[in-house]
């Protein structure tokens, strides 16, 4: 069979298989890492790694974001349908890791629990419910993008539409790296900026259900 001649339902069980695969996989590497530098439990304020570690640790989130992409780029045919299947994954990816986290360290504690997200460019910081509230958007409007744009490659996404997107992502990633600073001095941040984020949250959520409605009755 031709890759290019495979159907949704060949397609989404793999990509959830590996998603799940994957974020079990980040999960027990995890165990080990806080193991061997923060054997005494992982809480604000971070101890922050030596510059070495920190860049492996760097690479590690690069490859990891490489492998997702990798997956995605084999399922789909036209460059939005690997993004709506990379956003699945990534969301799933996410998802399991912190339910394989919670089931073998009973961490986090709650879904208010503050943790290190991500390190590219600056570090990510947050409350768990903020990175599992950007899964479940990238879960569900990866799966009907891909689910669209398979059945019509032709996805267009007006002017409006960008800056509208690219300002509710701004606001999401300006909200994780507020941060930044307090972290790395080794601090305990105090707030989240839960306005800014859940604002770019909820642009980003009516942007994507804007184009995928626009884009569904042109094809119609």
Not at 26 to 33: F, K, S
Not at 106 to 124: G, H, V
């Given at each position: 069979m031709n890759l290019d001649d495979r159907t949704p339902k060949q397609i989404l069980p793999a990509l959830?298989?590996?998603?799940?695969a994957f974020g079990l996989l980040?999960?027990?590497?995890?165990?080990?890492?806080r193991q061997v530098y923060y054997p005494a439990g992982f809480a604000f304020p971070i101890v922050?790694?030596?510059?070495?570690?920190?860049?492996?640790?760097?690479?590690r989130e690069a490859a990891t974001i490489a492998m997702l992409w990798a997956a995605a780029a084999l399922a789909g045919r036209s460059r939005w349908e690997r993004f709506g299947w990379f956003s699945l994954l990534f969301g799933v990816w996410?998802?399991?890791f912190y339910l394989a986290l919670f089931t073998i360290l009973?961490?986090?504690?709650?879904?208010?629990?503050?943790?290190?997200?991500?390190?590219?460019?600056?570090?990510?910081t947050g409350p768990v419910l903020a990175p599992l509230l950007v899964s479940l958007l990238l879960i569900a409007g990866g799966s009907l993008l891909a689910l669209r744009t398979r059945a019509a490659s032709r996805f267009?996404?007006?002017r409006g539409q960008w800056l509208c997107g690219s300002g509710g992502l701004l606001l999401m990633l300006y909200a994780f790296m507020a941060n930044h600073g307090v972290t790395a001095a080794g601090e305990v941040p105090v707030t989240f900026p839960w306005f800014a984020f859940l604002a770019g949250w909820l642009l980003a959520a009516c942007v994507g259900w804007h184009a995928l409605r626009v884009n569904r009755i042109n094809s119609e």
């Open positions: 959830i298989v590996f998603g799940v980040e999960a027990v590497v995890v165990v080990y890492l922050m790694l030596p510059d070495t570690w920190a860049i492996v640790e760097v690479i996410d998802i399991i009973r961490w986090p504690e709650s879904i208010m629990t503050w943790d290190i997200l991500f390190l590219i460019p600056l570090i990510w267009i996404v007006k």
